[in-house]
């Protein structure tokens, strides 16, 4: 496995592809642009954090509650909590970032590297609902996670309307020296859907974040707008509509993968 260098504050320009198992198919392909981030450094001018900006990182929006985060404190403390070596660690979070005003991440990744490969990560998964909810991911003695391993958790908070909170996620975490590729294999018997998240790493500039808002301009904005789009399609679709569960308790919970605390 590669070792990892966070070269300042990285742009990965990337494809995101959805697709749903079932009698009812159903898929889609869009370009995504997420930021890796130690937090320390904001990089480009374009490029703020708690503050407004073309782009910025907000700790207020991850780590903890949605909208009441405490950012890299809660992953360290989370880390803390469940004996992982925080003090050897690099923490790094993979995110969209806000785009002027709007905000809105479907998911976005802590990251633990220990000599510079990921040894633990944590899913922080919203929907539009307003609800969040994080899935810990770790080997039992935080080995690193490699290309092939697959980390299990079960599937607690209601995400689709279109999907049962039932099942399990099957996450597949590839962070190489050059290229992201994370891929989240939900299965519910013959149901599911198979989300994923690839690009290449390369530093974040003012000039890649600019064209990024004339690329894909509105951010997050059009991020919700292809959502509901989807949403739509399956709904013309006749996919079977489900009411909102309220959201699980606690905040965090460990992979079938992560036994240290189980």
């Known amino acids: 496995m590669l070792r990892i260098d ?52 907000w700790d207020r929006r991850h780590g903890g509650p949605r909208g009441d985060g405490r950012g890299l404190a809660w992953f360290r403390q989370v880390l803390s909590e469940r004996g992982f070596p925080v003090e050897n660690a690099q923490l790094l979070l993979l995110t969209q970032p806000s785009f002027l005003w709007v905000h809105f991440n479907p998911v976005s990744f802590w990251i633990a590297l220990l000599e510079g490969k990921p040894c633990a990560f944590v899913a922080e998964v919203n929907n539009t609902f307003g609800d969040r909810h994080c899935y810990f991911c770790a080997h039992d003695d935080f080995r690193p996670i490699g290309r092939t391993d697959r980390i299990i958790a079960e599937k607690l908070m209601h995400v689709s309307p279109f999907q049962k909170v039932a099942g399990r996620y099957v996450f597949s975490f590839d962070m190489s020296g050059g290229a992201i590729d994370i891929r989240i294999n939900y299965e519910n018997g013959d149901q ?18 600019l064209w990024a808002a004339l690329r894909r301009p509105f951010g997050a904005a059009r991020v919700v707008a292809l959502i509901y789009w989807q949403a739509m399609i399956l709904y013309l679709k006749r996919a079977p509509f ?20 189980q």
Not at 17 to 30: D, E, T
Request: charged share 20%; hydrophobic share 40%; proline share 7%.
């Open 242 to 261: 489900l009411k909102t569960p309220e959201p699980p308790e606690p905040l965090i919970s460990d992979s079938h993968t992560f036994r240290r605390h």
């Open 6 to 57: 966070l070269v300042m504050m990285e742009h990965i320009q990337a494809q995101t592809c959805h697709a749903r198992r079932g009698a009812l198919k159903n898929a889609f392909r869009y370009g995504v642009d997420y930021v890796l981030s130690d937090l320390h450094d904001t990089g480009p001018a374009l490029m703020s954090r708690n503050r407004f900006n073309l782009w910025s990182l």
């Open 192 to 209: 599911g859907v198979l989300a994923t998240l690839a690009g290449a790493r390369r530093p974040a500039t003012n000039a890649s974040l």
